[in-house]
């Protein structure tokens, strides 16, 4: 499968290169950054730490998606916008691990996906879907008799909070109780609060060091407390789970996909 990486010169961008290149069945045909990026010029597998691959960092997307199969975007809203209406037009396979993404993005992306597979996951590791996927079970189970709070934490440099993931998983569990997690959302708390709202989805989000990914769920009840947690500890797992996602993608009809539907586990 001719793959293109976007973002090629940042860190997610860099362990695509690298797991691409060690993919059976996948081969980097482009590496996209923005027209100001020093990296333009550079070959893909030497900006990636490998051996040279021959294929030169570039800023033309448009005609790098004309001869690909599939695109690798954990990029930024507004460029990842830009690539969903490129894949669209040349109808090739488009793996989203973008995080931060509004309303207003994902009805772009759903209009997008009506001619091109998008698969889009906050987080395309495999424990932490099927984490998403016991946490919507647990909470369909025990009901609003337990609180449920989202804790997460990563490295300093991550710019949006709650992460994807988190969102992710409060989505899961809000889904599990039937409910919209906009509405049961409880994204800060600050001096006097007063109680803890009934049936509220609480979030809270730690930065520091160089924390890969650390994601619980805490279901808090009267006198007992259950915790789902998953702790990433390289990278190169949500690289592997994104090639994943496209090798799928490949004999998908167009259409907006999760992990869940590319792992088989929408149903747990």
Same mark, same amino acid.
């Given at each position: 499968m001719r793959l293109v990486v976007v973002g090629a010169a940042g860190r997610m961008g860099r362990m695509l290169i690298k797991a691409v290149a060690e993919t059976g069945g996948a #081969?980097?045909?482009?590496?996209?950054? #923005? %027209?100001?990026? %020093?990296?333009?010029?550079?070959?893909a597998g030497r900006l990636a730490g490998l051996g040279a691959l021959d294929v030169p960092v570039t800023a033309d997307a448009l005609a790098a998606f004309a001869a690909a199969d599939g695109v690798l975007d954990f990029t930024t809203p507004a460029a990842t916008e830009a690539f969903a209406g490129l894949a669209a037009q040349a109808r090739i396979v488009h793996v989203v691990g973008t995080t931060g993404l509004t309303e207003a993005d994902l009805a772009k992306l759903e209009a997008a996906a009506r001619h091109a597979v998008i698969v889009r996951s906050g987080n395309m590791s495999l424990g932490v879907n099927l984490l998403a996927a016991l946490v919507r079970r647990v909470a369909n189970t025990l009901g609003e008799d337990f609180d449920i709070e989202v804790v997460e934490m990563h490295h300093r440099m991550k710019v949006d909070a709650p992460s994807g993931t988190a969102l992710m998983l409060g989505e899961a569990a809000a889904a599990g109780r039937g409910v919209s997690l906009k509405e049961a959302s409880d994204r800060g708390r600050d001096g006097i609060t007063g109680p803890r709202r009934p049936g509220a989805i609480g979030f809270a989000a730690l930065r520091g060091g160089t924390v890969v990914g650390e994601h619980s769920v805490v279901f808090a009840g009267a006198g007992e407390r259950i915790e789902l947690t998953h702790k990433a500890e390289d990278r190169s797992l949500f690289a592997r789970g994104a090639i994943r996602a496209a090798l799928w993608g490949r004999s998908a009809k167009p259409g907006l996909y999760s992990m869940a539907d590319v792992l088989g586990i929408a149903e747990i």
């Open positions: #081969r980097l045909v482009a590496a996209i950054e #923005r %027209p100001d990026s %020093p990296a333009l010029g550079e070959d």
